[in-house]
Nanobody, 119 residues
Framework: VQLQASGGGLVTPGGSLRLSCAAS????????IGWFRQAPGKEREGVSC????????????YYVDSVKDRFTISRDNAKNAVYLQMDSLKAEDTAVYYC?????????WGQGTQVTVSS
């Protein structure tokens, strides 16, 4: 299981970035996919999750309160990708962002992409 996260960068406060999570060896559509972040000196925290496109999850999206109304998670099943659109970015969003999938009770992580929000 390999996940590739990309799209991070340096942006000024109020700016936007779109993160991408891709996989080459399994179909993301069949699984709940999460975005997590870890800031320096802090624990990794869940940011958003999108349910599998099949089954009861029905593609439902969830967000931590601190990013609601600013971040949007979505899928493009044709491209086998999950996106995290991040708008109105704040300094406190600075972190390394990881995508995650759970399979057979195990966590699999992408390599992380750095997001820095600074003026």
């Amino acid at each position: 299981v390999q996940l590739q996260a990309s799209g991070g960068g340096l942006v000024t406060p109020g700016g936007s970035l779109r993160l991408s999570c891709a996989a080459s060896d399994f179909a993301l559509a069949n699984y709940d996919i999460g975005w997590f972040r870890q800031a320096p000196g802090k624990e990794r925290e869940g940011v958003s999750c999108i349910g599998a496109s099949v089954g009861a999850s029905n593609g439902d999206a969830y967000y931590v309160d601190s990013v609601k109304d600013r971040f949007t998670i979505s899928r493009d099943n044709a491209k086998n990708a999950v996106y995290l659109q991040m708008d109105s970015l704040k300094a406190e969003d600075t972190a390394v962002y990881y995508c995650n999938v759970q399979m057979a009770g195990k966590d699999f992580w992408g390599q992380g992409t750095q997001v820095t929000v600074s003026s």
